[in-house]
């Protein structure tokens, strides 16, 4: 499929992860058969994986690790044609290591930085789903609802719950696949969309499968629960994860924002244009036609943090965690979906991709370790996202039991 400005599509589990494990959608009639695949259930944190305890070992971080750590992403900057790359990786007992290659700035050649605000694509569901899972703790919503009870007009809207919208599971159209919502987006990169536009480019499909039966990675699952959460707090979307979750998790430089600001100090984000081929300076194109899916924006310092909260769950009850944890295959091995998160291999955490910035932030339990990949560009390169390239380079080195993301995916380029 062509190249597409919407790299959040393709932002999921490892290099198709958002990358993506995305199967273009299938259109056929609206179904309504129940979850066939509920029992076979699996917690991220015992993730399938071919690792043994043998191998679960973590480096130390040296001097000499760190050398084989800085030759390893300089060669694949080089390789993937990145210009600039931020990489943070801590592990109790192990130490750290914390880096910025290349360029923020291809024009003035301004140097990445480690301080950088970086956009995060669809490293954003992570803090939708969990302002939705901090209603259900409350009791304000619940999981096995359906999302008609919230918002009326959804196709088999009786029949698809949260859970399912959560799990990439509902069987609705990716509305960034729409060839009408293509052509918008490419028209005017500026212009503003609201969630209920967004909405209706999906709805005008049918349906591709019954809700629960496989895993489709699906920007319009997060609109919805955008909308929930809006519905059920009475509150924007923005507000509600600002003071419900990130006050509370302490992260500052993290934001939701209203159109395409973006706070300094930042990088610029280079993109490719499909229907040229160039690659074009995206720094300031709106986000907002991501919304609940992918708009958000951090830095390594937050997102080291946010790893670590995601995966333990510190803003959720233990009995809501280990829902959130709880895995379908995607037909991938050794990676699953939970409730808005993902286990590669045995890290846990989220990728994000959208024009111009790629980010990563996973976690593995084993070791307490935690790996922040951001950098300033979506170009793939030979079919794999760069964010996953780094992320493979620098766990062959550091968990050769543990890599991200473990295999060769092949990845789907449309949305």
């Known amino acids: 499929m062509k190249p597409s400005l919407a790299g959040l599509y393709r932002a999921c589990v490892a290099a198709a992860a958002a990358g993506v494990l995305v199967a273009p959608a299938v259109a056929g009639p609206a179904y309504g058969a129940a979850d066939p ?38 060669r694949t900057m080089d390789e993937a044609r990145v210009p600039g790359v931020i990489v943070g990786l801590w592990a109790p007992g192990k130490g750290s290591y914390v880096r910025a290659f290349g360029v923020a700035d291809k024009t003035t050649g301004a140097p990445m930085r480690p301080d950088l605000h970086v956009r995060i694509g669809s490293e954003t569901k992570t803090f939708t789903v969990t ?8 009791g304000k919503a619940g999981l096995d609802d359906a999302i008609g009870r919230y918002v009326s007009g959804v196709p088999n809207g009786d029949r698809i719950t ?49 809700p629960g039966a496989k895993f489709e990675y699906c920007n319009t699952n997060l609109i919805l629960l955008g909308l929930v959460v809006e519905k059920v707090t009475g509150r924007p979307l923005r507000e509600v994860i600002e003071q419900d979750v990130l006050k509370p998790a302490g992260l500052r430089r993290t ?10 100090p930042h990088p610029h ?13 995206a720094t300031h194109w709106n986000p907002s036609w991501a919304w609940a899916a992918g708009a958000m924006i ?9 790893a670590h909260a995601l995966a333990t769950g510190t803003l959720l009850t ?5 829902e959130r944890l709880k895995a379908l295959p995607t037909g991938i091995p050794h990676a699953g979906y939970g409730l808005g998160i993902f286990d590669v291999n045995g890290w846990i955490g989220h990728n994000g991709s959208l024009p111009g910035y790629e980010s990563l932030t996973v976690y593995l339990p084993q070791a307490r370790a935690t790996l922040v990949v951001l950098l300033n560009t979506d170009v793939l390169h030979k079919g794999q996202e760069p964010s996953t390239l780094l992320g493979q380079a620098v766990t062959r080195i550091v968990s050769p039991g543990h890599v991200y993301p473990g295999h060769k995916l092949s990845v789907t380029r449309g949305r």
């Open 131 to 138: 302002a939705l899972l901090r209603l259900v703790d409350r």
């Open 269 to 281: 984000g280079y993109t490719e244009q499909p229907a040229s081929g160039k690659i074009v300076d």
């Open 162 to 210: 949260l859970r399912q919208l959560a799990e990439m599971r509902s069987g609705l159209y990716n509305y960034s696949e729409d060839a009408g919502f293509d052509k918008a987006l490419f028209a005017h990169p500026e212009r503003p969309f609201t969630p209920r536009q967004l909405l209706d480019y999906s709805f005008r499909h049918p349906v591709g499968f019954a």
């Open 318 to 322: 233990r009995a809501t965690q280990a």
């Open 37 to 74: 695949a509920r029992s076979t259930h699996t917690a991220l944190a015992s993730p399938p994986s071919s690792s043994s305890s043998s191998d679960t070992d973590f480096a130390r971080l040296t001097p000499a690790v760190a050398a084989k750590l800085d030759t390893a992403v300089r």
């Open 255 to 264: 934001l939701f924002p209203t159109g395409a600001e973006f706070p300094a």
């Open 298 to 306: 951090s830095d390594m310092r937050d997102l080291r943090s946010w």
